[in-house]
């Protein structure tokens, strides 16, 4: 008895030895040719969506037959949907109009994932020719920018080291940190506030590179004037980027006093400078 495949759709078995495997869309290996390919037809489909099969073809020098064969994976994938153009609903005429693609929220994710993976492979090949000391000057570099673009709301803040933080969260938020400030410890000897990030831009590819984190660190103690202790990082596996920032020791309470002082940040700096 003799057993072979036959790839078909619609093809009664009968009483017969032979299996029939229904066709699926290819799957294809990470970084193989396929692969890439496949990701191209994702990032045309992201930057010309609506678009055709045919015009990511003409785009991508490829064959219709070949894109609509990668179309077709993304769409099972859920990574992109077909879009009914508003002038294809009253067209009058023959036939069909033309199927046009767009990106879906999955296939958005999908898409920025791509990018980290090549930004983590070019961290990578420059650790690799350059050594790890070039990686951390690139992180240095790229947080310099950050501070020097957010600067300017911290410093419409003032010199208050809770309203300068305050201004740093809502910066950060603006550059897709979902930053927030919650204040710790007030009325012991650690007061101070805590930033928490719940989203980070580069997370995949600190995970792989902290050198990232390491150098935002930085960049937030420069940013506030004073020493600040990173607790938690979402490329570590945390939930969430925590970073302590003291506030000065608090003074003990008395009866009839007051809560305990808010300290700027020109007060900060002098008790650092003296001890």
């Known amino acids: 008895m003799v057993r072979h495949a036959y790839v078909g759709t619609n093809v009664d078995i009968g009483d017969t030895d032979v299996v029939f495997i229904a066709e ?5 290996g990470l970084g193989s040719p396929e692969s890439r390919t496949r990701d191209e037809v994702r990032r045309a489909v992201g930057s010309g969506g609506p678009i055709t099969a045919r015009a ?5 020098e490829l064959t219709p037959a070949a894109v609509r064969r990668h ?8 990574a992109i949907v077909e879009h ?29 994932n791509s990018y980290e993976d090549i930004a983590t492979a070019a961290l990578a090949y420059l650790a690799d020719r350059a050594g790890d000391g070039a990686v951390t000057d690139f992180s240095r570099d790229q947080m310099a920018s950050l501070a020097e673009r957010i600067k300017p709301t911290l410093d419409e803040a003032g010199d208050d080291l809770t309203a300068r933080t305050e201004a740093l969260a809502t910066a950060l938020s603006t550059e897709g940190f979902a930053a927030s400030v919650r204040p710790v410890g ?90």
């Open 186 to 275: 007030q009325g012991t000897g650690f007061a101070g506030l805590q930033l928490c990030q719940g989203h980070c831009p580069v997370q995949h590819i600190a995970t792989s590179f902290p050198h990232l984190c390491d150098a935002e660190t930085d960049a937030i103690s420069d940013l506030l004037g004073v020493h600040v202790q990173r607790l938690a990082t979402l490329a570590g596996g945390a939930h969430v980027c925590t970073t302590f920032i003291p506030l000065g020791i608090a003074e003990p309470a008395s009866l009839g006093s007051e809560a305990p002082r808010q300290t700027s940040l020109d007060t900060i700096n002098e008790e650092r400078l003296s001890r």
């Open 24 to 28: 699926e869309a290819p799957r294809v």
């Open 84 to 112: 009914e153009l508003a002038s294809s609903l009253t067209r009058r005429g023959r036939g069909r109009p033309a199927r046009s693609y767009v990106l879906t929220d999955r296939g958005q994710a999908q898409l920025a």
């Open 71 to 78: 179309l077709d994976a993304l769409v099972s994938e859920e």
């Open 56 to 60: 990511i073809a003409l785009d991508l």
